[in-house]
Nanobody, 116 residues
Framework: QVQLVESGGGLVQAGGSLTLSCAAS????????MGWYRQAPGKQRELVAT???????NYADSVKGRFTISRDNAKNTVSLLMNSLKPEDTAVYFC??????????WGQGTQVTVSA
């Protein structure tokens, strides 16, 4: 089992920045990719960004150039620096850890609200 705990959400004005962090514990040796998904009210959960243990990254087109994902394998953490935030970035952000056999583990989510 893997436990993921997010932190860093909150309320920010459009154009502002926030950093989300996620700490993993448990069977962390089984985790390859970590990252972030988000879910806005009435919408499906969508990929934001992921990073593999080796550092390969993947971003949703909507956040490219504005968000940066990073990972500290020694500390078992993944962070998401979000710049130039827009009201449409408002959502609950979920940390995900995916094992080498593609089993996903989810955090409880953290709210990000961007005011116009």
């Amino acid at each position: 089992q893997v436990q993921l705990v997010e932190s860093g959400g909150g309320l920010v004005q459009a154009g502002g920045s926030l950093t989300l962090s996620c700490a993993a514990s448990g069977s962390i040796f089984s985790i390859n990719a970590m990252g972030w998904y988000r879910q806005a009210p009435g919408k499906q959960r969508e990929l934001v960004a992921t990073i593999t243990r080796g550092g390969n990254t993947n971003y949703a087109d909507s956040v490219k150039g504005r968000f940066t994902i990073s990972r500290d394998n020694a500390k078992n953490t993944v962070s998401l620096l979000m710049n130039s935030l827009k009201p449409e970035d408002t959502a609950v952000y979920f940390c995900i850890g995916r094992t080498y056999v593609n089993v996903p583990y989810w955090g409880q989510g953290t709210q990000v609200t961007v005011s116009a």
